[in-house]
C-alpha cells in the first residue's frame, strides 16, 4: 500500500479504538459491563445486532463467494424475517420478563442446572471457535499486505481488539458499532463505484448485471429441484435458504448470546423488538447488495485482466518450487482465454450480440476449470498452505485498482467490520463463563447494591474476556485451508446451533417436559448432528448444512416429548 493508504488506515482504525475507549465509561459492574446497564435505544440495538452479524467475514468472503458461485447465498437469509417477528413475539418478552443477564439463565428456571450449563457449554464452543474464524479473515489482510507470516498476523489483530473491548464491555462494543457500520456502508458503495467507473466506455451498470446474468451470476433464485427431485446437499436454494435458514436465525438472534446480549442492552421490550424487526428488514438487502458487488467484480474481470489465482503471496510462493514451469503454463493459457472472453464480453455488450450468451457462458466455464487446475498444482506444489483463493478475490481488486486512499480506507473497513463482531463475540462469551459458570459455581448470587462485591465480579468479568480474546487467537492459528469464511463459520454454528435451538423451543412450548428428558434429549440430539455432519463430509449420504438446523430442532423437541412419556414428573414453573 501506498503511504496515504497507511495513514488513512492507521487515522482510522486509532479513531475507533479511541472512540470505544472514550464510550467505555460505563458502572463497574455485570450490568454496566455486560447490558450497559440496560439503556441503550432501538436504533442503537439495530446497528450492534447488524455489526455483530456483519463480519469481516461478511465483507471479506461474500463478494468471492458471489464471484465464484453466483448469488444464490443470498436464499440463506430468506427465513431470517420470519424468524425476527416470532422473537419479537415470544423470546424477548419473556427474556426481559425474568431479566436475565445471559439467555442460559432462564433454563435453570425453567428446567434445572444441568441443562442450563450444558446448554451455556455448546454456546461457549460455537462462538470460541467461530471467533477465531473471525480473526483469521481480517489476518488475511495484514499477511497478504504486509507479507508477515499467518501467525504473527493473528496475534496482531486480536491483540489491537482486545484493548477496547476488555475496557469498555458491551456499551463500548454498541457504540464502536455504530460509527464502524458507517464508515463500512460508505465505503462498499465506493468500491461498487469503481467497479463500475473502472468499466470499458460505453459499458454501464445495465451492461455489466447482463453479463453477470449471461455468465450465470445473478441466480438469486434457484430451487434446488432436479429432474431427479429436491438435491437435499444443494445448500443454497429458496426451500433450504426459508425452512433451514429460518431455524438457524432464530437460534442465533433467539438463544445465541452474541445477539441475545445486544438486545438485552435495549431499555425496554419496544427497543429490543423494535431493533429486531428493523433488523429482519434491512439484512437481506444489505447481504443482497454485497453479494451483487462480487457478481459485478466478476463482471469487471470479464472486461480487465484477472490473476489466475488472487492469493498472490502464495503464487508467488509457489513460483520457486519445481512446479513453476507447470504453473505458468496455465497461466499463459489462462491468459489466452481471458483475453477471448473479453473479446467476447465487449461484442456481446457494445454490438448487442445475444446469440453469444452461450460462448460466454462457456468461456467462463473454462477460465474457472483453468483456475482449478492451478490450485490442484498449487496443493502439490504447496501442501500446507491455503490454496483457496476465495477470501482474497475482492481484497485483491481493492489493492490493484482503487486510487491511492481509498485502499487504505477498504481495508479499514474490513478490520472495522471484524472489531465489531468479535468484540460483541468476546463480550458475550465473557458474559456467560461469569454467570453461568463462575457467578454460579463459584461466586456468590448476584448483588446489585454490595458494591465491592459488583468491583470484584467487574474485574473478574474483564480477565474473563482477555482470556477468551486469547483463546479465539490460538484457534485463529489454526483457521488455515477452511476454504469460503463466511461458509466455514454457518456450517460451525449450525452443528450447534439446532440443538440449542430445540432446548428453548422445549422451554417455551413443551410446558409438561422436565429438565431431564430434555438434557438427555439434547445430549443424543447433538451425536445425531454430529453424526449427519460426518456423514454427508465424506460423501456417505447428502445434507446441506442448512438442513443440520432443523434436525437438531427436530430431534431435541420429539425425542424430549418421547421421554418424558417415560420419566415423568412435573414441569417446574418459570419464574421472575
Not at 77 to 85: D, H, K, N
Not at 463 to 478: D, H, M, N, P
Request: positive net charge.
Amino acid at each position: 500500500m501506498s503511504r496515504p493508504d497507511w495513514i488513512v488506515l492507521v487515522i482510522t482504525l486509532t479513531a475507533i479504538i479511541a472512540y470505544g475507549l472514550y464510550k467505555s465509561r460505563t458502572a463497574k459492574n455485570l450490568e454496566g459491563y455486560f447490558l450497559s446497564g440496560r439503556s441503550m435505544p432501538w436504533y442503537i440495538v439495530l446497528l450492534s445486532i447488524m455489526g455483530t452479524q456483519a463480519s469481516a467475514i461478511t465483507f471479506l468472503s461474500a463478494p468471492g463467494q458471489a464471484f465464484t458461485d453466483g448469488m444464490r447465498f443470498v436464499q440463506y437469509y430468506f427465513g431470517l424475517p420470519i424468524a425476527m417477528v416470532i422473537l419479537s413475539v415470544t423470546f424477548v418478552p419473556l427474556f426481559h420478563k425474568v431479566k436475565v443477564f445471559t439467555a442460559y439463565e432462564f433454563l435453570e428456571q425453567r428446567f434445572d442446572l444441568k441443562t442450563r450449563t450444558f446448554t451455556s457449554f455448546l454456546f461457549l464452543v460455537s462462538r470460541g471457535l467461530s471467533t477465531g474464524i473471525s480473526i483469521y479473515a481480517p489476518s488475511i489482510i495484514l499477511s497478504s499486505l504486509l507479507g508477515w507470516d499467518i501467525f504473527w498476523t493473528n496475534i496482531v489483530m486480536g491483540g489491537l481488539l482486545i484493548v477496547y473491548t476488555v475496557s469498555g464491555g458491551a456499551k463500548a462494543v454498541a457504540y464502536t458499532q455504530q460509527l464502524q457500520l458507517v464508515i463500512i456502508f460508505v465505503g462498499m458503495f465506493v468500491a461498487g463505484y469503481c467497479i463500475v467507473h473502472y468499466l470499458p466506455e460505453g459499458v454501464g451498470f445495465t451492461d455489466a448485471l447482463k453479463v453477470s446474468g449471461a455468465s450465470g451470476k445473478l441466480n438469486v433464485i434457484t430451487t434446488g429441484i432436479s429432474s431427479k427431485g429436491f438435491d437435499w446437499k444443494d445448500k443454497y436454494n429458496m426451500i433450504s435458504g426459508v425452512i433451514g435458514g429460518f431455524f438457524l436465525a432464530l437460534s442465533y438472534f433467539g438463544t445465541d448470546q452474541s445477539q441475545v446480549g445486544r438486545y438485552l442492552t435495549a431499555k425496554g421490550n419496544k427497543e429490543s423488538r423494535i431493533g429486531l424487526l428493523m433488523n429482519g428488514l434491512v439484512k437481506v438487502p444489505m447481504q443482497f447488495l454485497i453479494l451483487l458487488l462480487g457478481a459485478m467484480l466478476f463482471t469487471f474481470y470479464q472486461f480487465n485482466n484477472s490473476p489466475v489465482f488472487f492469493n498472490h503471496a502464495v503464487a508467488e510462493k509457489a513460483m520457486n518450487t519445481p512446479y513453476k514451469d507447470s504453473l505458468s503454463r496455465i497461466e499463459k493459457d489462462f491468459n489466452i482465454q481471458q483475453t477471448k472472453q473479453q473479446a467476447l464480453s465487449k461484442t456481446y455488450i457494445l454490438e448487442n450480440k445475444e446469440n453469444y450468451k452461450d460462448s460466454l457462458k462457456l468461456g467462463s466455464a473454462k477460465l474457472a476449470g483453468m483456475q482449478n487446475q492451478y490450485k490442484s498444482v498449487l496443493k502439490k506444489a504447496l501442501p500446507g498452505d491455503d490454496t483457496n483463493d476465495t477470501n482474497y478475490i475482492f481484497l485483491r481488486f481493492v489493492v490493484d485498482f482503487l486510487p491511492k486512499g481509498l485502499v487504505g480506507l477498504l481495508i479499514a473497513i474490513i478490520f472495522l467490520a471484524a472489531w465489531g463482531s468479535i468484540a460483541a463475540a468476546l463480550n458475550s462469551l465473557a458474559s456467560c463463563t461469569m454467570i453461568d459458570f463462575h457467578v454460579r459455581f463459584l461466586g456468590k448470587k448476584y448483588d446489585h447494591t454490595n458494591q465491592l462485591q459488583c468491583e470484584q465480579e467487574y474485574r473478574v468479568s474483564r480477565y474473563y474476556t482477555l482470556a477468551w480474546g486469547i483463546f479465539s487467537i490460538i484457534t485463529a492459528e489454526f483457521a488455515t485451508g477452511m476454504g469460503s469464511l463466511i461458509e466455514a463459520v454457518n456450517v460451525l454454528g449450525s452443528l450447534f446451533y439446532g440443538v440449542i435451538l430445540g432446548i428453548f423451543l422445549v422451554a417455551f412450548y413443551c410446558k409438561k417436559v422436565i429438565g431431564n428428558a430434555v438434557f438427555i434429549a439434547a445430549i443424543i440430539g447433538e451425536a445425531i448432528v454430529v453424526l449427519f455432519f460426518l456423514l454427508d463430509k465424506y460423501n456417505i449420504i447428502g445434507l446441506g448444512f442448512l438442513w443440520l438446523n432443523v434436525l437438531g430442532a427436530v430431534v431435541v423437541v420429539l425425542l424430549a416429548l418421547v421421554l418424558q412419556l417415560f420419566i415423568g414428573g412435573k414441569d417446574k414453573p418459570i419464574t421472575s
